[in-house]
């Protein structure tokens, strides 16, 4: 009997829109059978690409009409619930989309309660996993090549709602995905509230992890550089320190080691065109079968996104956060009331656009 072939809607044709939609396109496990964005000059040239599926404006009309096995979208990250209880209205049984996959831990909260209960899987794009530079010390750390891991980190200078769950996801595959006891968070600074995807200009934090491993993440503007990477989106460092060395990748710039082997490195960067297909393939892979979960899978993320809502509590409240969080909060809204009253020395950012990356 031959696999079976999975229908897809895709909704958002911007930049990682076109990304998933190729991917999906160029597998045989999938056919694109739906394309949807506000914008309607966008469509055409996106059909013309991609086997000219079906084109709209009314990602509700569609997926009503077509009930696709999948539902994926990659909107900005205002939109996030509704486009899920779209997918799970039209009794798909996938859904794909992008990070952050919410904005607060109450927002978070109804998602996962909304497809739990529905029982429709999610995947949420944290394909650098996929980067062979992020699997190479994924699988150096597993070899124990340096010791037992003590510490992980992870440091991007895009702002959090752009780059921190993709931090706080590598450091805890780095750190074997163990489950977070408690957080320790700080923040300043409210220029980029007002963004679309509103942070904090700075963020940083402490995670204790349940295996004894403890983490330290930052995003923003007064994170570490990396000098060793030109592009700016690409200034990430992700790593572990063992008692016998360390391993860490620069999403632009390879990875290295320093392991009981002695030094070792390699190159490698962040690339679309390698990470999607197989972050596609292993989608079909799980709705063929339901015990190869997707290792970004919903649930995944929803523990990584509430350690960022713990260390946003954390600011807010001061103190350690216990996790795993028992109610839904709007974390935003709560730091821009403290950062609004904090005095001007609890924020001291340059005044200079360009230290808060490119416009977005
Ligand atoms: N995983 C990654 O590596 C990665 C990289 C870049 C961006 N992202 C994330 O992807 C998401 C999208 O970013 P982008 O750069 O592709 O944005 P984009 O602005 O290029 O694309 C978003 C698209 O969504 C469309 N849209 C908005 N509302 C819609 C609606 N109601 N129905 C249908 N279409 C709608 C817009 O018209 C636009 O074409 C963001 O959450 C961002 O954080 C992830």
């Known amino acids: 009997m031959s696999a079976p072939i999975y229908t897809v809607v895709i909704a958002g044709m911007g930049k990682r829109g076109m990304h998933h939609a190729a991917a999906f396109h160029a597998d045989p496990r999938f056919r694109v059978v739906g394309l949807c964005d506000i914008v309607a000059d966008k469509l055409p040239a996106a059909a013309a690409k991609l086997g000219n599926p079906r084109t709209g404006t009314d990602a509700a009309k569609m997926l009503a009409d077509l009930r696709p096995d999948v539902f994926c979208f990659c909107t900005m990250p205002t939109l996030r619930y509704d486009f899920i209880k779209l997918g799970v209205e039209a009794g798909v049984r996938l859904i794909a989309y992008e990070k952050p996959m919410a904005l607060s ?102 995670i204790q992890f349940a295996n004894g491993v403890q983490g330290i993440v930052q995003t ?67 709705l063929d079968d339901d015990r190869k979960v997707h290792c970004c899978s919903g649930e995944e993320a929803y ?4 350690i960022l809502c713990a260390i946003m509590r954390s600011a807010a409240d001061r103190g350690q956060v216990r996790l795993p969080l028992d109610d839904g909060r709007n974390e935003l809204a709560e730091l821009d009331r403290c950062l609004a009253a904090a005095p001007l020395a609890m924020t001291p950012l340059p005044d200079n656009a360009k230290e808060y990356g490119p416009a977005k």
């Open 105 to 206: 831990s109450d927002e978070a909260r109804r998602i996962m309660a909304l497809v739990r209960q529905a029982r429709v899987k999610t995947v949420v794009s944290h394909q650098h996993r996929y980067g062979a530079h992020y699997a190479t010390v994924k699988q150096l750390i597993d070899s124990g090549a340096i010791g037992r891991v003590h510490t992980v980190y992870g440091h991007a200078t895009g702002w959090m709602m752009h780059m921190m769950t993709h931090m706080i996801d590598y450091a805890r595959w780095y750190a074997g995905n163990a489950e977070a006891q408690w957080v320790f968070g700080q923040a300043a600074g409210r220029r980029k509230l007002a963004d679309l995807h509103p942070s904090p200009d700075y963020v940083a934090g402490l």
């Open 303 to 306: 523990k990584g996104f509430e």
């Open 220 to 286: 923003g503007a007064c994170s570490p550089d990396v000098p060793e990477v030109e592009a700016w989106w690409r200034k990430c460092r992700v790593g572990a320190q063992g008692t016998e060395g360390f391993a860490e990748v620069l999403t632009g710039g390879g990875w290295r080691a320093v392991t009981r082997n002695g030094l070792l490195g390699g190159s490698g960067n962040m690339n679309y065109d390698l990470d999607m297909p197989p972050y596609i393939a292993d989608m079909a892979a799980w």
